[in-house]
């Protein structure tokens, strides 16, 4: 398996070339655009890896499906499901131009900055720093890997830059779907995205997802079958944004990109695995990512569909 992952990334390193690495949060624009890393956490608890799979990156979007199984552990699934809809909104994850006169949860889906950002809202906590440090420890433990910490450069770059995601806060503050004070919601959403974290965290992650909420090693049940299903059909729908569909087809399982370069891939009842490349496509989605993940399906039919 090593060998194939060697493989598959030798094949798909001129991918790194195409395609650029986030630059609107300018601490992004810093990374070397040459890293490939990949690491598979299989069906027996086997860990396979290649590359540059120890590189650490931030989490940027691939925390958003942990945000969403934060607010389902913390409120009811009606609760989520009546603040953040789950439709693909065939749209950039930073899009704000609805067409309708108000903003509703009809209109947004867990993997977009909106649906993130109001989600923030349903973790508990007495203030929006202990919200963020359960949402902290929970990654920690899904990855197993109690030193994940933010990357403090990162942070404070989208903290002082990300103008955008505050006028999607306030949108949806001026229609009610969130009361808290901007800032505070925002500063939980910001630190989230700037989790630090390698390959191998996001596959033993995303190993936890295809296992319905399973330890793949200890057995242990961290979390109910129902909301690792309620997460795995958002990012089969959602979760490569307005690139979903044709990674569907290209690719066939429920993943999560973010802009730092990441992909965290869900195959259900099998493995999850972690890849990283910087560049980006126009849809923020790793290129040379998503083409070792197409390559990887290929050789091992890991296509749900
Ligand atoms: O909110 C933002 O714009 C970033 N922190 C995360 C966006 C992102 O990762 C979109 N992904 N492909």
């Known amino acids: 398996m090593n060998t194939l992952?060697?493989?598959?990334?030798?094949?798909?390193?001129?991918?790194?070339?195409?395609?650029?690495?986030?630059?609107?949060?300018?601490?992004?624009?810093?990374?070397?655009?040459?890293?490939?890393?990949?690491?598979?956490?299989?069906?027996?608890?086997k860990e396979y890896f290649a590359g540059d799979y120890t590189d650490r990156f931030t989490m940027q979007s691939v925390v958003k499906p942990l945000i969403l199984l934060q607010a389902?552990?913390?409120?009811?699934?009606?609760?989520?499901?009546?603040l953040v809809g789950m439709e693909a909104t065939g749209k950039p994850f930073d899009a704000f131009n609805y067409s309708d006169?108000?903003?509703?949860?009809?209109?947004?889906?867990?993997?977009?900055?909106?649906?993130?950002?109001?989600?923030?809202?349903?973790?508990?906590?007495?203030?929006?720093?202990?919200?963020?440090?359960?949402?902290?420890?929970?990654?920690?433990?899904?990855?197993?890997n109690p030193k994940l910490e933010v990357?403090?450069?990162?942070?404070?770059?989208?903290?002082?830059?990300g103008n955008k995601n505050r006028a999607l806060a306030?949108?949806?503050?001026?229609?009610?779907?969130?009361?808290?004070?901007?800032?505070?919601?925002?500063?939980?959403?910001?630190?989230?995205?700037?989790?630090?974290?390698?390959?191998?965290?996001?596959?033993?992650?995303?190993?936890?997802?295809?296992?319905?909420?399973v330890h793949p090693v200890t057995g242990e049940q961290l979390f109910p079958a129902g909301y690792a299903k309620y997460v795995n059909a958002t990012l089969a729908t959602c979760g490569m944004y307005d690139g979903s569909g044709?990674?569907?087809?290209?690719?066939?399982?429920?993943?999560?990109?973010?802009?730092?370069g990441g992909i965290m891939g869900v195959i259900p009842r099998?493995?999850?695995?972690?890849?990283?490349?910087p560049a980006l496509d126009k849809h923020g989605n790793s290129v040379a990512g998503m083409q070792a993940l197409a390559e990887l399906s290929k050789e091992l039919d890991l296509s749900i569909y």
């Open 101 to 144: 006169q108000a903003l509703t949860g009809a209109h947004i889906n867990p993997m977009i900055n909106t649906g993130a950002i109001a989600l923030c809202t349903l973790i508990q906590g007495s203030n929006y720093q202990d919200k963020f440090s359960r949402l902290l420890n929970l990654t920690r433990r899904l990855a197993d």
């Open 5 to 45: 992952l060697e493989k598959i990334l030798a094949d798909c390193a001129r991918y790194t070339k195409e395609g650029q690495p986030a630059s609107y949060i300018p601490e992004l624009a810093k990374v070397d655009p040459d890293k490939f890393g990949i690491f598979v956490s299989a069906e027996d608890g």
């Open 270 to 277: 099998r493995m999850g695995i972690g890849v990283f490349a």
């Open 151 to 161: 990357n403090h450069a990162v942070y404070m770059s989208e903290k002082m830059t």
């Open 170 to 213: 306030y949108m949806l503050k001026a229609y009610g779907m969130i009361s808290a004070p901007v800032e505070d919601v925002l500063d939980c959403y910001f630190q989230a995205c700037s989790i630090s974290v390698s390959c191998k965290d996001l596959a033993r992650i995303a190993h936890i997802f295809a296992n319905h909420g």
């Open 246 to 260: 044709e990674f569907a087809l290209n690719v066939g399982f429920p993943a999560k990109s973010g802009v730092g």
């Open 72 to 82: 389902l552990m913390d409120s009811d699934t009606e609760t989520v499901r009546a």
